[in-house]
């Protein structure tokens, strides 16, 4: 469990998180495959403090107008914590993650020069997209002040 993100809990807050790899999963109603993003070392900006070793998140709108994304890019973003039910029937337990991520924005280009993930593809190949989404102006979903 999350423990650190617990006294945040329905808070909305700035978080960081280091960019991995792109993954999928079978969307919520079975109606086929949902490109995901995997974060590690998510701080809480203000604090500086490690709230999760990792995170995966829907590629929403937000993620994909940064284009494409390389392993080591860091990426700041405003979420909400929220407490959530994983596991079985059974074996449920309670969790925490950081839903509706927005403004969204590259903060540094780490990963230049690196890999996208295992099979060194960008998202758009691996995930048989079309062109890249975004492009130099557009590493923010929404500028900050």
């Known amino acids: 469990m999350r423990k650190q993100m ?4 329905f808070e909305r807050k700035r978080f960081r998180g280091t960019f991995v790899r792109y993954g999928s999963k079978w969307a919520w109603d079975g109606s086929g495959l ?7 070392d998510i701080t809480d900006v203000a604090s500086g403090r490690v709230v999760a070793d990792h995170l995966w998140f829907n590629l929403t709108k937000g993620f994909e107008a940064l284009g494409d994304l390389w392993r080591g890019d860091v990426i700041e973003f405003d979420a909400r914590v929220k407490r959530y039910s994983k596991g079985y029937a059974g074996l449920r337990e309670v969790d925490y993650k950081l839903s509706h991520p927005t403004k969204i924005c590259l903060v540094d280009s780490g990963g230049k020069g690196g890999i996208q ?3 060194n593809q960008t998202r758009s190949e691996w995930a048989g997209a079309g062109p890249q989404v975004g492009g130099q ?3 923010c979903a929404q500028s900050r002040a």
């Open 6 to 9: 617990r006294p945040l809990e």
């Open 34 to 40: 949902v490109t995901t993003l995997l974060l590690r």
């Open 117 to 119: 993930n295992e099979s």
């Open 137 to 139: 102006n557009a590493r």
